[in-house]
C-alpha cells in the first residue's frame, strides 16, 4: 500500500518543507504581482496623455512652409506674357440686332398674338338671346341670360432653351 511508508515519515519535516515551498511560491507571487502593476502603471500613463500642443515656433515653422506652398503655386499660375496682353486689349463690341431684324421680330410676334386671339375667339360660344316669356297672369318678363360655358384653356408650350417664347418676346417689346 502506498501508506506504508507514510506513517513512518516524520510529520514535522513534512510540515516545514511545505512551509518552504509556499514561502517561495508567496515570493514567486508578489514578484510577479509587481511587474504587472508596473505594465499597468505605464499603460495608464500613456492613455491619461493629454492633447499635443505645438509650440509658437512649431506653428510658425509650419506657416512659413504652407505660404511657400502658395507663393510657388501662384507663380506656376501667372499667365504669359501673351495670355497677359490678351486680358489687356478692351472687350469686343456688344453684337446688337439691326433695326429691320428687331422689325421682323416684331410682326411675326404679332402675328403669332393674333393667332392666339383668333383661335381664343373660335372656342368662344355665340351669345344667347333674349326671349320674353310670358307668365301665367299674362305678363312679359325677360328670360335669364344662360350663362356661356367655359372655353378650354389655351395650353402653354413648354420653354425650349435657345428659342424665344411669346411671353419672352413681348417683355422685351415694351
Known sequence: MPWEGFAEMNTTSIIADLDAEIARLQQARALLS???????KTTALTKKRGKRRLSKEGRERIAAAQRRRWADAKKASRPTPAKAAKRAAPPAKKRRLS???RQRIATAQKKRWAAIKAAKEAVKPAPAKKVKKKTPAGKAVAAKKATPKKAPAVKAKKAVPGKATAAS????MS
Not at 418676346?169 to 422685351?172: D, I, Y
Open 99 to 101: 433695326a429691320a431684324a
Open 34 to 40: 509587481s511587474f504587472a502593476t508596473a505594465a499597468t
Open 169 to 172: 418676346t413681348q417683355g422685351a
